[in-house]
Each structure stands twice: as structure tokens, then as C-alpha cells.
């Protein structure tokens, strides 16, 4: 299949490693017209003769199957709305935009359907064996929840964040913000930190949000006699029962380690996720049923980043 490409960042090398990976034909790419930085960028993937000078309208104008939009947010919704014209199908880079106006304009759009959203961490084999087990859980249990970053504010919360609000959205299904404490900086939107008591039916989830921090991204679903770890988000450890160690003259306290059951990670050949994203956008192409996120799906993963911030 004929892909139209457009983007020059370096999350837009890891899409097109996967799309060759996924025998992806790129007739075209670009980015602003006579960009410097994506003919380099083109040239540095051996896509030199697919580099569009006029820039993304150019690659517009290619006759392909369906396009690739992997640039920067702010630039995300013009240019997906230009895309959406030619009604064909184009997988966007998360979150497509911070802004909840935009999510008005492309849900009651004709062209809805062709959105596919690359959140690809729901593409991870770690995810979907713990939305497996909340799946046919009939208990349910609690879920304590970490989103630390390297980076303050809150537009970086949105555009970065916003994986991990939808990566607990595709495990536990829709959630309610109940209660939030956000220490608020000057700006009333910048925050040093939120925690917050969020639920579902089944589900009750303690969310802590801390920019620099030393802690790294996870979810913990605690469910019957078992705990799921995802720690980071791309290693899975279950643990099932706790040995119990007797103090000794060494160390005179007892201690309580939790049992290893199972571990495993994603593998690293190419970007997690990304194949199997690929694999899910080639059926979709083809009008296939596959898992997507869809822009209802994105559009929601966005207005509970915004709940949890305070609109």
C-alpha cells in the first residue's frame, strides 16, 4: 500500500522503520514547503526521490493509499483537516491537538471514520495482557497510578501524559474524575502535581501526577490475589503471594517480598508497539474490523487530562 508521509521528527524515523517493516510503500513526504530539515531527514532514509520541495500540500497531491501525520501538535489539526478532504485514511500522531475545540470540529466531521490515532501504547503485548485480566475480572480492585515527567506544565502533561490517561482508558474502560488536589503554580493551568481518586464501576484508581521526580511511569491494578506491574509500561511483572523472611543478626527486621509469578518486556526491535500498530492500520485501510483508537477514543483521553488539570 501507497503511503503519503508527513513529518521530519525523530518519532518519524520509529513510523518508518514500522511501515517498511509492514511493506509499506512511501510515495511521498514533506513537511513545510522547501523545508531543509525534512530533505535531510528524507535523504538520511534513502527517500530522497519521495521528498515533496511544495512541502505537505505537495504530498497531498500524490496518488496513495493513505497518509501518516507525525508532526508537531500545534500544526496537527490544520493539516488533518486538509487530509480528511480527500477522504482517505491517515494515522495521526497522539494527541492530534490540546485543544477540546478542535475535538468538536473533527467528531461531527463526515470523515471521522478515517481517523486512526497512534496511541501505540495499547499496541504493547504487556497492556493487553492486563486489560485481558481487568477484562474477566468479576472483583475488580484498586489501581494506583504514576505519571511522573521530566518536564513541567501543563501543555506537556496533554501532549505527553495523555498516553498514560490512555493507556488506563483501554484497560479499565471509561473513568470519572472523583476528587483532584492540584498544587497550582503561578499560571492557575501550571501544576507541580495532582493527585486525584478517579473510579468506574469496577475499579477504583489513585492517579499521582509530579513533573521531576525520581520515579519512573507505571500502573499497578491490584485484582484478587494478584498484582500487575507495569513498570515502566513496557515490562510486566505479576506477583502472587509474599514470602515472609525472619530477622536475622544481619538484618533484624522482618521483611515481606512480594513473589515474582511471571515477567516479561516488549520487545526492542522496533519502537514498542509500533508493529502491531501498523499490522492494525493496514487492515484498516482495507476496511478490515481491527483495534484502532479512534478520534471518540482520543477525544476522550483529552478531556480527562483536562479534568485532572481543571478546565
Known amino acids: ?17 514500522a511501515l517498511r517493516n509492514n511493506k509499506f510503500d512511501i510515495k511521498a513526504i514533506g513537511t513545510r514547503a522547501s523545508s531543509s530539515n525534512c530533505e535531510e531527514f528524507a535523504k538520511s532514509l534513502n527517500l530522497q526521490d519521495q521528498f515533496c520541495i511544495g512541502g505537505w500540500q505537495e504530498v497531498l497531491t500524490k496518488d496513495v493509499d493513505a497518509f501518516c501525520l507525525c508532526i508537531d501538535t500545534l500544526a496537527t489539526s490544520k493539516i488533518l483537516k486538509e487530509i480528511l478532504k480527500l477522504g482517505k485514511p491517515v494515522l495521526v500522531e497522539k494527541p492530534i491537538s490540546i ?49 511522573p515527567d521530566s518536564i513541567s506544565g501543563y501543555k506537556h502533561f496533554l501532549s505527553n501524559g495523555c498516553h498514560m490517561i490512555d493507556s488506563l482508558r483501554y484497560i479499565l474502560g471509561d ?7 492540584v498544587n497550582y503554580k503561578k499560571d492557575k493551568l501550571d501544576f507541580s502535581s495532582i493527585s486525584a481518586l478517579c473510579r468506574n464501576k469496577k475499579w477504583s484508581i489513585l492517579l499521582n501526577a509530579h513533573s521531576k521526580i525520581p520515579y519512573n511511569f507505571s500502573i499497578t ?39 515474582i509469578k511471571e515477567s516479561f518486556m516488549e520487545s526492542a526491535n522496533l519502537k514498542p508497539g509500533f508493529d502491531r500498530m501498523y499490522k492494525c492500520f493496514s487492515k484498516f485501510i482495507k476496511n478490515q474490523k481491527t483495534d484502532i483508537c479512534n478520534i471518540n477514543d482520543a477525544a476522550k483521553t483529552i478531556n480527562l487530562c483536562w479534568d485532572l488539570i481543571g478546565k
Open 1 to 17: 500500500m501507497k503511503i503519503g508521509f508527513i513529518g521530519s521528527s525523530e518519532v518519524g524515523r520509529f513510523h518508518i522503520d
Open 99 to 147: 485543544n477540546l475545540e478542535d475535538f468538536d470540529c473533527f467528531l461531527n466531521h463526515p470523515m471521522k471514520d478515517k481517523i486512526f490515532v497512534a496511541y501505540n501504547r495499547r499496541f504493547y503485548k504487556t497492556i493487553n495482557s492486563v486489560k485481558l485480566k481487568c477484562d474477566n475480572s468479576h472483583e475488580g480492585g484498586t489501581v494506583v497510578v504514576n505519571i
Open 175 to 181: 473513568f470519572e474524575v472523583v476528587h483532584k488536589i
Open 221 to 259: 491494578v491490584n485484582t484478587e490475589d494478584l498484582v500487575y506491574e507495569l513498570k515502566p509500561l513496557e515490562k510486566l511483572t505479576i506477583y502472587k503471594g509474599i514470602e515472609v523472611v525472619e530477622p536475622t543478626l544481619e538484618q533484624p527486621i522482618r521483611s515481606y517480598v512480594p513473589m
